[in-house]
């Protein structure tokens, strides 16, 4: 098997400049592999790092030492080391990213917040427009709130805009913090067929779940980030 | 659209190297080496006096360079130095392949002469002379940057300032520019027309692929337009990166203090 995420030994210190130099040691010797439609789901309690180890992941931290490896059309590339212009294109083609929170640029409706990853990579908008509609409906967010912008839905609502923006492509990478933290029963379930569709697909993830019923259903493997712990 | 990986793509529009100005002993802009590739927006932030508006001077040819110096790929695909251009071959860069946005629109528009002159001014310029092609276009581009083709007519200091603005952008664009440096487009207009202007600028860059050199002290303009952000501080490029990994993750003190000092929304 082809690996898609390989990641040894990557190490993230911030130091805090503005509180006197204090150094705080994030994670240390991070390593672990991830294979086309698997879902490794990092475990470990708030604060743990699972958050930014993600973010390492996906190039919005920067790794101290280490590295991060991604296949990226067939090659893989270290994301510790990239250029910024070969880290947007691993996002814009290999790499997703479901946040926690959407952050809704004023003024785009709904459906093009959601169609925008496809039409950035060449979809014409009316198929892109209507990919989003799908995924809106099975999301069960109203028709009539589509040509709105998100800002001013509720904490729920724009999680499913945000879950509807990171499944609509059909990237090999995905990178899920908390996809269903504030959703309701039939929502969750929704996002576990979501996940098992993109594992059928190849798509290998990697998920920070607090949920222990939706880890189990959607875990393929377990890395324990406390392992990582950085503290000496 | 958006293959990024094309061989075009991979070969860079505009490069400074080592680019210094000063004013007798002092340096308002040290030593400022990077490459600019086509479709790619670069925000230089940093307050007051920081050396950014020199730099941007310096970059689009309006300054003469200290020391270092700028190239840019021409539409012949030949890199050429700025400073070796001849005074026509730069102006004609100027109204052709180059936008530049102006803080005040004032300055970068005939306040007198209508709005449609304005943008038709440009295309003029390039040689067009057809008076229905060009009125056509400039209501084309009135429409595109949501400006009531009914006030075409309407000289811009009729106007407000952010159609001022939106009038500004659309002059600089009707030429087809493939690099547009900006002057903090957003500067002196209310929260809520910033917001309509981001919005606007950030779709026009995406759809006509252009790149841009944008400085600007509001980091939450660097965030939504940018790909990469310069920041500066004492005429020197501090820390440089993906914009929201420099945004999210700062390393340098001072980089630090900026992110830190933005208010919550």
Known sequence: MTVMIDIADANKTFTMHLQ???????????????????CVVLSGPSGAGKSSILKMIFGNYRCD?????????GMLIDLATAEPRQVLNVRRATIGYVSQFLRAVPRVATIDVVAEPLIVNGLSRADAQARAGELLHRLNIPERLWQ??????SGGEQQRV??????????????????????????????????????????????????????????DRIVDV??????A | MADFDTLEAD???????GLSKSYGRIAACRDVSFSLYPGEVLAIVGESGSGKSTLLQLLSGQLAASGGQVSYRMRDGVTRDLAALGEAERRLLFRTDWGFVHQDPAQGLRMAVSAGANVGERLMAVGWNHYGRIRESASDWLTRVEIDVARIDDAPRTYSGGMRQRLQIARNLVTGPRLVFMDEPTGGLDVSVQARLLDLLRNLVAELHLAVVIVTHDLAVARLLSHRVMVMKGGRVIETGLTDQVLDDPREPYTQLLVSSILPP
Do not use: Y
């Open chain 2, 11 to 17: 070969r860079p529009l505009l490069i400074a190297d």
């Open chain 1, 20 to 38: 006197g130099g204090i150094e705080l040691p994030v994670v240390r010797g991070v390593t672990f592999q991830v294979q086309p439609g698997e």
């Open chain 1, 162 to 219: 945000n879950i509807a923006r990171g499944f609509i492509s059909d990237l090999p990478i995905l990178l899920l913090d908390e996809p269903t933290a504030s959703l309701d029963a039939a929502n969750r379930a929704v996002v576990v067929e979501l996940v098992a569709e993109k594992k059928r697909q190849g798509v290998a993830m990697v998920a920070i779940v607090h949920d222990d019923e939706i880890r189990h259903l959607i875990a």
């Open chain 1, 148 to 153: 709105l912008p998100p800002a001013t839905f």
């Open chain 1, 65 to 73: 030492s280490g590295r991060i490896g991604i296949r990226h059309r």
């Open chain 1, 226 to 231: 406390t392992s990582f712990a950085a503290a």
